[in-house]
């Protein structure tokens, strides 16, 4: 099979990325105590969770590029893997995985603030830092929930459509 191409793989990513919280917050305590979090860090809720939603993106497209996954794979990259990446990935390594163009406005406006972050260095740096520790923790939920069946992007895109959700931009 064909390795994924940019132009099917960003996409996948970035729906990856806007299910993660909601579908990790079926509890609302859950969300309750990450903005708690979040506010205790003097980290803007609103911007953090558009953010983690790019961070988890970026780290989803960085492994599936590392592992060279075919579109079908995707669906079967285990959350493990991604959670593990949230840890071991450097900001210089997600940032070279943001494509060259986004599909809205706000995907650029996020890819802008996440650049900024990163290069700015100091209390911005360490926010990234937290927030992908709030990705990992998101993912852990996900994963630690998951019974019945392996807990793998695949699941939390079904997750998100027995839920409701409309991750659409």
């Not at 994924?4 to 909601?22: A, Q």
């Not at 609103?46 to 599936?64: C, H």
């Not at 991604?82 to 070279?96: M, S």
């Not at 972050?117 to 630690?144: H, K, M, N």
Request: charged share 30%.
């Amino acid at each position: 099979m064909a390795p994924l191409n940019d132009e099917s793989l960003w996409p996948c990513c970035i729906l990856l990325g806007r299910v993660l919280l909601p579908v990790s917050d079926q509890e609302p305590w859950r969300r309750d105590r990450r903005h708690e979090r979040l506010r205790a860090w003097e980290i803007p809720v609103d911007e953090a969770e558009r953010l983690m939603a790019l961070f988890m993106a970026l780290t989803v497209r960085t492994t599936a590029r590392d592992k060279a996954l075919s579109t079908t794979d995707l669906d079967s990259l285990p959350l493990q893997t991604v959670a593990d990446a949230t840890t071991t990935k450097t900001d210089i390594e997600l940032l070279a995985s943001l494509p060259n163009s986004h599909t809205t406005v706000r995907e650029e406006q996020e890819a802008a603030l996440l650049r900024l972050y990163a290069r700015q260095g100091g209390q911005r740096s360490r926010w990234l830092f937290q927030l992908g520790i709030e990705v990992r923790r998101s993912l852990t939920v996900l994963i630690q929930r998951s019974q019945n069946e392996p807990a793998t992007c695949g699941k939390l895109v079904r997750d998100a459509v027995e839920a409701g959700l409309d991750p659409r931009p």
